[in-house]
């Protein structure tokens, strides 16, 4: 097969089709909204997906059939227990694999191969991966323990088909990290004389940057909480405030825009060239910035004193 012709197949894989069909769909989305007002899709299906929690109170009224599909907004606590659990399980049989030699079990190693996932020796490097997959499991354990101790959850709903995507999602990000391991069959392929003599700069930045923008989001989700407790931090109230402090300053969802930086954090690891986890980012992107922008819209209409320096995702920008 020529070269040109590989390249051609790689490209077109599973993971990176879908991923790349997730954020057209959401970029889509996000541009509709930006419409004027008398444009916008006035389906209703079609709006109830698209928000969640306080931003489907600001939407279009809902119908009762989409109300029967409500699911409490604290359920979000489920995405982050699955993604320790199944992620954690990724995370095993990767340094089983690493450390000890152990192949990945048949299925496990089918199902990468289903979604594109290439036998080669050389390319990515191993240490990528597994850094990568351990900062997702972090990244799930801190929001899982922020949804128990942090999150001060209303009577907000999502859509049953949001709860599903949620879950969902979090078995295939992990999935799409695991693809990229060098494979030689069932083995981990590793270049070099061990994992170590890996490491590079760009794994150190990535680092950095994963505990810089999880910091970050941490502080942004103690602000949100606080807003709901007193000096005791006892829970009194399940109403809207206007947040100030830490990246509040700049923009209204400083959360998402956290979430994205951590997601390019995990590209920088990778060494900033998979193309794979950019059509990740790419997706990340389009979707915390559909939410910041619907949840800058509910501010602003809710508070007339909103300040106004404040930008939806991107501080200065959007």
Known sequence: MAPWAGAELAALDPLRTLWLALAAAFLLA?????????LLPGGALFQDLIRYGKTKSAGPPRPAVCRAFDVPKRYFSHFYIIS??????????????????APFPNWLHSLLRILGAAQFQGGELALSAFLVLVFLWLHSLRRLFECFYVSVFSN??????QYCFGLAYYVLVGLTVLSQVPLDGRHVYIIGKNLVMQARWFH???MLMFIWSSAHQYKCHVILGNLRKNKAGVVIHCNHRIPFGDWFEYVSSPNYLAELMIYISMAVTFGFHNLTWWLVVT????SQALSAFLSHRFYKGKFVSYPRHRRAFLPFLF
């Open 30 to 38: 996000l541009l509709l909204q930006l419409l004027p007002c008398g």
């Open 84 to 101: 320790v659990l199944w992620n954690g399980f990724l995370l095993w049989c990767l340094t089983q694999s690493l450390f000890l030699g």
């Open 156 to 161: 907000a709903v999502i859509h049953v088909v």
């Open 204 to 206: 150190i930045l990535g």
């Open 283 to 286: 997706y990340v992107f389009f």
